[in-house]
């Protein structure tokens, strides 16, 4: 027997299929919108049907913009001398919060999978090679995740950079600021170890 | 400086008001749905304008439905002596989902909460009482939460119910089955411990 009326059923399957929310989850959120007035459903649903038709790719750095070039490519206030690169448009919205870098982003949209036939030319790897080499740029600050897949394709576009005479950097690894060193996992630990900084020099 | 562009935003404002959805989480689902196919989104739009216009509260047990008096209602073959009231459709479902239960609902649509103005007419409390005054019914489980708010739902019903001349009864309270004792609290197991179950009698 059919308990779940057939439009709160899609909703709930459509909710199932975002990332992290399973089936109980997406019951609860299309109750709720179910609960709530017809209007606030309305609006969810035209911002979803606005969202594709607004945001496009900067045709710079590739992250997702209502511009093009977008708001940071277009300021002239950006340090052009140093790039920062990310696997995705989410990951640039963390940096920028931090307020600890003024240079430009370019996007990769992804990490090398070679498993899930994932290549340097499913990624704007040659779009970051033919900026580096006509602009600007004098530093790469590759900050691709501190995981397998991300650490791969920082070693592949130091490889690649290399070529085109631009310095590239890497996110400092280390222990996270405000945690109990007992918290730290080995690897982490042996890692800040050997990149410790020096504080006071031997007189 | 707007570094997420503005129709990305209102798509992250929009998720981060539904419950349990934070900044961050609303901020993924949004960055997902635009990596998806632009259909996918429609397809979430749709379901979302659809949903209020297509479903109703059932005129007998005031359960979400598309169909008035609602399938359960309707159906010949549920146990009318018995009747489950619940807080919420989603409560019904998960009922539903045990197999363990035969008879008819009745959605009372929140619970009693006196600091938030919502007392028994704010519920579907009166039309509980006039079903049960008019219809077939025996007994009526109350299988409100075992939260404060919950029992006290549950007291007043159970006073309300002793006038009309019908059974109540409550969800058991105890162990939940597959927990190890040590994990449970107090009260729960100073509860389960007054209503032991007796296996063997004394022979």
Known sequence: MQVVPPALERLIHDFSRLPGIGRKTATRLALYILRRPE???????????????????????????????????ADAGRNRRLLCVVEEPGDQLLIEKTGAFNGLYHILHGVLAPMDGIGPDELKVRELLARVRSGTVEEVLIATSSTVPGE???????????????????????????????YADE?????????????????
């Open 39 to 73: 209007s606030e459903a309305q609006n969810l649903a035209q911002d979803l049907l606005h969202l594709h038709s607004a945001i496009h790719l900067c045709r710079h750095c590739f992250t997702f913009s209502e511009t093009d070039p977008c708001g940071i490519c």
């Open 152 to 182: 791969a394709t920082a070693s592949y576009l130091a490889d690649q950079l290399k070529k085109t005479g631009v310095a590239a950097s890497r996110l400092a690894c280390g222990i996270p600021m405000g945690m109990d060193i007992k």
């Open 187 to 203: 690897y982490t630990l042996a890692h800040a170890i050997r990149a410790r900084q020096h504080m006071v020099d031997r007189s």
